[in-house]
């Protein structure tokens, strides 16, 4: 069983930065895949990043390349989402996932495990 547990969310107005941070409860954390996924009200939940176990290798929608920034710190059980030049339409509860290596990314229904999840509320 593995615990998430998300943190750094809140309110910032458009064009500023929010870091959100995920901490693992388990010492195998290393071997998992961390995602992040959001979900807007009214909207289906959505992949945003992903880092593999190594931290060799990360993936991004389209609709934050170039903005969100993913890296995790194995020494430390924790996953990061740096988030920069937010915009309006980035509003949503973030949650971090995890999942053994060799599924599928993007898919949420591939992740074992979930925080419970942080708003992210980015004003206009």
């Known amino acids: 069983q593995v615990q998430l547990v998300e943190s750094g969310g809140g309110l910032v107005q458009a064009g500023g930065s929010l870091r959100l941070s995920c901490a693992a409860s388990r010492r195998t954390f290393s071997s998992f895949t961390m995602g992040w996924f959001r979900q807007a009200p009214g909207k289906e939940r959505e992949f945003v990043a992903a880092?593999?176990?190594?931290?060799?290798?990360?993936y991004y929608a389209d609709s934050v390349k170039g903005r969100f920034t993913i890296s995790r710190d194995n020494s430390k059980n924790t996953v990061y989402l740096q988030m920069n030049s937010l915009k309006p339409e980035d509003t949503a509860v973030y949650s971090c996932a995890a999942q053994p290596r060799g599924r599928q990314i993007m898919n949420p229904s591939t992740y074992d495990y979930w925080g419970q999840g942080i708003q992210v509320t980015v004003s206009s």
């Open positions: 880092i593999t176990w190594s931290g060799g290798t990360t």
